[in-house]
């Protein structure tokens, strides 16, 4: 089992929608939880980053954690073309050794 | 323009060749990172930096190399010893080990 779970998709939606990205983990010692938007062959873009459960809102993206379930969750709202891209997850126990998701690609359709 | 400057973005290699990959920042970050990226597998580790002339192995250290003589460079050499050396190498730099870190463009190495 990876210590890091996430649906490789692709995830397709009309612009609009609401879209909602996932990982699940093993390591209950996570404690940095971190979302990186990477389009085709360029590096990962730094989204969203946080320490404790709950919810993180920064514009039209929230991430969620929760630790009880390991399960982390990135909400994109009014989705654009533009945010067609591949969504990584990534967490650790330190920011020096994280571990990554394999990403998830999104589709966002005009 | 503050960054981190990846070079060459292609690069292509015979087998059994040495290959050094550059990385610069200009960021003054004290912590850099290498990382590899394969289809269908999450980003891995191959070496870090906290500070200049010290570095750690990552998980996959095996057939590579770096070097850490300057602060704003961070050079990846990948040996003949490495059995599968084609994949998308990333560099990052983080102003520490408890900050976040941030990517450079990558660059895709291609052995023939």
């Known amino acids: 089992q990876k210590e890091v779970e996430q649906d490789p998709g692709p995830l397709s939606v009309p612009e609009g929608a609401i879209v909602s990205l996932n990982c699940t983990y093993s390591?209950?010692?996570?404690?940095?939880f971190m979302w990186y938007r990477q389009y085709s062959r360029k590096g990962p873009e730094l989204l969203m980053y946080?320490?404790?459960?709950g919810n993180k809102e920064d514009g039209r993206f929230t991430a969620q954690v929760d630790k009880s379930s390991k399960y982390i969750s990135l909400f994109i709202r009014d989705s654009q073309p533009s945010d067609s891209a591949t969504y990584l997850c990534a967490m650790g126990t330190g920011f020096q050794k994280l571990v990554f998701g394999t990403g998830t690609r999104l589709l966002v359709s005009p | 323009d503050g960054g981190i400057t990846q070079s060459p973005k292609y690069l292509f290699r015979k087998e059994g060749q040495n290959v050094t990959l550059s990385c610069e920042q200009n960021?003054?970050?004290?912590?850099m990172y290498w990382y590899r990226q394969d289809p269908g597998q999450g980003l891995r580790l191959i070496y870090y930096?906290?500070?200049?002339?010290?570095?750690q192995k990552g998980d996959i250290a095996e057939g590579y190399s770096v070097s850490r003589e300057k602060k704003e460079s961070f050079p990846l050499t990948v040996t003949s010893a490495q059995k599968n050396p084609t994949a998308f190498y990333l560099c990052?730099?983080?102003?520490?080990?408890?900050?976040?870190?941030?990517f450079g463009q990558g660059t895709r190495l291609t052995v023939v």
């Open positions: 960021l003054n970050h004290d912590a």
């Open positions: 990052a730099s983080s102003p520490d080990r408890n900050t976040e870190a941030f």
């Open positions: 946080t320490y404790s459960s």
């Open positions: 930096s906290q500070i200049v002339n010290d570095f």
């Open positions: 390591n209950s010692a996570f404690q940095y």
